[in-house]
């Protein structure tokens, strides 16, 4: 814990000020918001917040069912208390696409020791409309870049269709002794054979 109380005095006590973190986190994970994020509204606060001790025993939760509990094996926690990145995904109901939990995780030091983690979650489904958005973004942009493309490899096809073309009855004519002048093209390679 990031307190240590130095003498059984009131102001020193931890137990008030364990209660003001769980009730600050319980109105936390209460709360309601109206937002506009790119467009798209928000309106309820979906960050899972916990607190562990060093042995990765929860203190404090969004979540109060989780106190008390042991973290110590979930992925975030236990790399984090190694000292490494700690994330995980966890889905909240298995087998069922879109209900994981993306959680990171990092130390609480005290006096230049992890004494703890603080880890925050973050449901999938929260961030899937941006995700779509972006999805659509991409394909919109990518469908206009391979119309533009083709149109500019049907231009070149074109342009070079014609020089050949010129080409093509300059040497018929000169084949059958007709005179005829050699063809102009601003295609390099055409243009080398004049």
């Given at each position: 814990?990031?307190?240590?109380?130095?003498?059984?005095?009131?102001?020193?006590?931890?137990?008030?000020?364990?209660?003001?973190?769980?009730?600050?986190?319980?109105?936390?994970?209460?709360?309601?918001?109206?937002?506009?994020?790119?467009?798209?509204?928000?309106?309820?606060?979906?960050?899972?917040?916990?607190?562990?001790?060093?042995?990765?025993?929860?203190?404090?939760?969004?979540?109060?069912?989780?106190?008390?509990?042991?973290?110590?094996?979930?992925?975030?926690?236990?790399?984090?208390?190694?000292?490494?990145?700690?994330?995980?995904?966890?889905?909240?109901?298995?087998?069922?696409?879109?209900?994981?939990?993306?959680?990171?995780?990092?130390?609480?030091?005290?006096?230049?020791?992890?004494?703890?983690?603080?880890?925050?979650?973050?449901?999938?489904?929260?961030?899937?409309?941006?995700?779509?958005?972006?999805?659509?973004?991409?394909?919109?942009?990518?469908?206009?870049?391979?119309?533009?493309?083709?149109?500019?490899?049907?231009?070149?096809?074109?342009?070079?269709?014609?020089?050949i073309a010129r080409m093509s009855r300059y040497a018929r004519d000169v084949a059958e002794g007709?005179?005829?002048?050699?063809?102009?093209?601003?295609?390099?390679?055409?243009?080398?054979?004049?």
């Amino acid at each position: 814990m990031p307190w240590a109380p130095r003498a059984s005095s009131p102001t020193n006590d931890p137990a008030p000020r364990e209660a003001r973190i769980g009730a600050a986190l319980a109105a936390y994970a209460q709360r309601t918001v109206t937002a506009g994020i790119w467009n798209i509204a928000k309106r309820s606060l979906d960050h899972r917040v916990y607190v562990t001790d060093a042995t990765g025993r929860v203190l404090y939760a969004t979540d109060p069912a989780l106190v008390g509990q042991d973290f110590s094996r979930w992925n975030d926690v236990y790399r984090t208390l190694r000292g490494e990145y700690g994330a995980r995904a966890t889905p909240t109901r298995p087998g069922v696409d879109g209900t994981s939990v993306m959680y990171v995780a990092a130390p609480v030091v005290w006096e230049g020791r992890t004494i703890g983690v603080v880890a925050v979650g973050k449901p999938s489904a929260s961030v899937a409309p941006f995700i779509a958005r972006g999805e659509a973004k991409v394909r919109d942009r990518g469908l206009l870049l391979l119309l533009v493309s083709g149109l500019i490899g049907a231009l070149f096809t074109w342009h070079l269709t014609r020089a050949i073309a010129r080409m093509s009855r300059y040497a018929r004519d000169v084949a059958e002794g007709r005179r005829s002048p050699p063809p102009r093209s601003s295609a390099r390679e055409l243009a080398e054979m004049d």
